[in-house]
């Protein structure tokens, strides 16, 4: 090999070696080197700034642990005492600290990996932290965030639910002298206008209180307060009485509602009065949505993993993915023409999803924009028992 080639090599190698620093001293890490005893080697300009410094001067051949970058902090020394002795052994080892820097406390994810020659003998150590302050701040945010929407959630179902029991006396007073008006007690109406108004108040009076009795689970639910008096239940009865209980007003507006129903149907561990609240809230719906001469269709099913579905389907309007989200958020009602003509409070689905879920099952909604609308309702199979 001629001088001029060993000259080239020569070139290369420190080629190489400079652009090697350059990555090392100018990457957003800090990175340093260390003997397999945790003595300091050397370190990278990104960690040298961080204390103040342009070399390593005295700190060369200092023990880690005993430098700037970790006297403010006798918990963390003993952390990395204890990681320095581990991968002196031949484990990768990482965790976070804090270290007070130019603008403050910051915080590092850490770590030290140990290297090893080609004989397998580990020869240095080199610990590499990554300033996670950010991150930090980014999580103890959504945390604060997190935790005043539960403060305020809290606070705005305990405002619900008093003021619903306070709007709950006067009202049932209201309901209570309508029907005693009604049944004759003191006399008959003087006119037939006032035998139609006495019936306005009552019925107005009762549509009231289902929407504060509906406020109130809701508000129960949400603060985890809500709870079920669970037994065996026949799932094909309950339908059949909240088909019969929805029937006059589905005849008024000529719509057909049909129940598939099975022979020997499984019956469900549930509490029977949400489980048939769940069951009407759907079928009001459906009807409520279904133009003349549709069709609202009840079916039950268990799926190849055990689980008990109650699907209602409807050949109603339907809604967007837009109107499903809308639908199901408290007092949320779709925007169509129909549903404007129609009374209802926007908290039927949402309270229906909510028991659902304390059935510890799930509500799933799939519709199409004037085909109709189908939800189906599943119950887990640990619920389901045997007739």
Do not use: C
């Amino acid at each position: 090999m001629s001088l001029n080639d060993i000259s080239q090599q020569l070139l290369e190698v420190e080629d190489s070696n400079a652009r090697m620093r350059a990555i090392f001293d100018n990457t957003y890490e800090f990175i340093g080197l260390l003997n397999s005893e945790g003595l300091l080697l050397e370190a990278n300009r990104t960690a040298l700034a961080f204390i103040g410094r342009d070399s390593l001067g005295t700190l060369l051949g200092v023990h880690f642990a005993d430098t700037p970058w970790w006297e403010h902090d006798a918990a963390g020394r003993e952390l990395l005492i204890d990681a320095i002795d581990r991968a002196g052994k031949g484990e990768f080892v990482r965790f976070e600290t804090t270290h007070t820097g130019p603008e403050g406390q910051i915080y590092v994810d850490f770590s030290i990996k140990p290297i090893h020659d080609t004989s397998g003998n580990i020869v240095y150590l080199v610990p590499e932290g990554r300033d996670i302050t950010s991150r930090k701040q980014a999580e103890a945010a959504v945390l604060r965030s997190k935790m005043e929407a539960e403060t305020a959630n809290r606070a705005k179902s305990e405002i619900l639910t008093n003021m619903s029991h306070e709007l709950r006396t006067p009202l049932n007073a209201v309901i209570g002298f309508s029907e005693t008006l009604q049944t004759g007690m003191f006399g008959s109406p003087p006119t037939p206008k006032f035998a139609e108004y006495i019936n306005d108040i009552h019925n107005a009076g009762l549509h009231l209180l289902r929407i504060i009795n509906d406020i109130l689970d809701v508000s129960a639910i949400d603060a985890g307060k809500l709870d079920l008096y669970e037994e065996t239940v026949s799932v094909r009865d309950v339908i059949v009485a909240t088909i019969r209980l929805i029937s006059p007003r589905a005849d008024r507006g000529e719509v057909a509602v049909v129940y598939e129903t099975q022979p020997d149907f499984p019956h469900l561990r549930a509490d029977e009065r949400r489980l048939k609240q769940i069951i009407l809230n759907l079928l009001s719906n459906a009807v409520k949505f279904t133009l003349k001469n549709g069709i609202v269709r009840v079916s039950t099913r268990i799926t190849s993993e055990g689980r008990m579905e109650i699907i209602v389907a409807d050949t109603g309007i339907g809604m967007s993915d837009d109107g499903i989200a809308k639908a199901l958020s408290l007092f949320g009602q779709v925007d169509a023409g129909l549903a404007r003509r129609h009374e209802g409070s926007g908290l039927g689905l949402p309270l229906t999803k909510g028991l659902v879920e304390l059935h510890g099952g799930t509500l799933a909604i799939a519709s199409v924009m004037d085909v109709g609308t189908t939800v189906t309702v599943t119950f887990p199979a640990e619920r389901v028992e045997p007739v």
